[in-house]
């Protein structure tokens, strides 16, 4: 190989060796510094490849709580992993770009470029341009990691909003959480005139996980301390508790209620799109039908009348109005319960499929209302 041939590939090599460093460390800011949802493929193909074992190990599993036990690991081991890919990646990159500039052999160039990622010191760079490479490469090495170790408390702080709410519902639903049990236990304890206030704080709760879940994605897959528990199953016992007061109980309008539902489906909307779920960002009931039967909402429509909550007479008209809230985000909270692996839950993962539909490997652009 003549001169020329050998100048031009070293060319080459250090600007693809460039590159590579370049596009891991914007994918590494996007996903821990800026704070919007921003899917990076790289942080996708990673937590993709690192559910495959756990979703072999659920299909020879038929125990949930032995499941449960493997999943809690899952959210944690993907962070890990993905942190691992970056340096892995970003290391390679420099090894490319070392033996462009004359580090020779292979094994020398990736040993020169371990050593300086991880600031060991043990291999010393023999002239001034690999000794300003070294330079840039640990401060990657050690840039990626503190942003990690930052971004450790953002994630648990996030974790810990969600599952104290999560925690309250136990209190007034139930657990797992059901929407009967909620309206049952407030007309017992005369506290109906009290729901607005619920309403009114899960709004809040579902405008926190959609900023946190969609630029945060890996607290999606942090378990609840309790087994139980999901923040899944939470969120739909909240959605059908607030559809079945807008549409059977017989209390007036309840403005609370309905906005509720909003904030939640497009809260679960929102984390769907994130993480490549198909769904209608519009969907209307009849034409999309619900995974809750007709003969379902009446079995609760006659428990909730024989415990004293106040129904409407129109049994028709009040399954036609909560099918036409449900059908909102009757999906996607099904989507997210499979992706999840969600503790059984009456209407949410009782019914959700045994398997989730993993996020496409390219990036997908649809965003409702785009």
């Known amino acids: 190989m003549g001169k020329a041939a050998v100048m031009l ?23 821990l510094v800026v704070p919007r949802a921003t899917p990076m493929l790289l942080t996708r193909w990673v937590f993709r490849g690192v559910r495959v074992p756990f979703n072999l190990r659920g299909r020879h599993t038929k125990d949930y709580f032995e499941q449960e036990r493997a999943m809690a690991l899952y959210g944690p081991l993907s962070l890990l992993s ?26 020398q160039a990736f040993t020169l470029s371990g050593s300086s990622m991880f600031t060991l010191g043990f291999a010393v760079p023999k002239d001034l341009p690999t000794t300003a490479l070294a330079f840039s490469q640990a401060a990657f090495g050690i840039g990626v990691l503190a942003l990690l170790i930052s971004y450790l408390p953002s994630i648990y702080a996030s974790f810990s909003r969600r599952e104290a709410t999560v925690a309250g519902l136990e209190i007034r639903a139930g657990s797992p959480p059901s929407p ?68 059977t109980l017989d209390q007036g309008r309840s403005v609370e209620a309905q906005l509720c ?103 997908r652009r649809n965003w409702p209302g785009r």
């Open 180 to 247: 009967a049990e909620l309206l049952i236990r407030h007309t017992r304890i005369h506290g109906l005139d009290r729901l607005e206030e619920i309403w009114r704080s899960w709004q809040t709760w579902f405008t926190d996980i959609e900023e946190t879940h969609t630029s945060v994605p890996a607290i999606v897959y942090f378990r609840s301390p309790d087994p139980r528990r999901s923040w899944v199953t939470a969120a739909g016992a909240v959605l059908d508790s607030a559809s079945i007061t807008a549409s």
């Open 261 to 363: 539902i909003r904030a939640g489906y497009i809260a679960l909307h929102k984390i769907s799109t994130f993480f490549g779920i198909p769904f209608d960002p519009d969907p209307h009931w009849p034409d999309h039908q619900i995974s809750v039967a007709k003969s379902e909402f009446e079995e609760v429509y006659d428990e909730l009348a024989r415990e004293g909550v106040p129904v409407k007479p129109d049994r028709e008209q009040a399954w036609r109005d909560f099918a036409g809230w449900r059908v909102n985000y009757d999906a996607v909270l099904l989507a997210l319960a499979a992706l999840t692996v969600a503790p059984p839950a009456k209407w949410s993962s009782d019914r959700s499929p045994a398997f989730p539909q993993l996020a496409p490997l390219t990036r």
């Open 9 to 31: 590939l070293s060319v080459v090599l250090f600007t693809a060796g460039a590159t590579i460093v370049l596009a891991t460390a914007v994918s590494a800011v996007q996903t």
């Open 82 to 107: 993905l942190a691992a890919a970056w340096l892995g990646i970003i290391g390679s990159g420099y090894v490319l770009m070392y033996w462009a500039l004359g580090v020779r052999p292979l094994r």
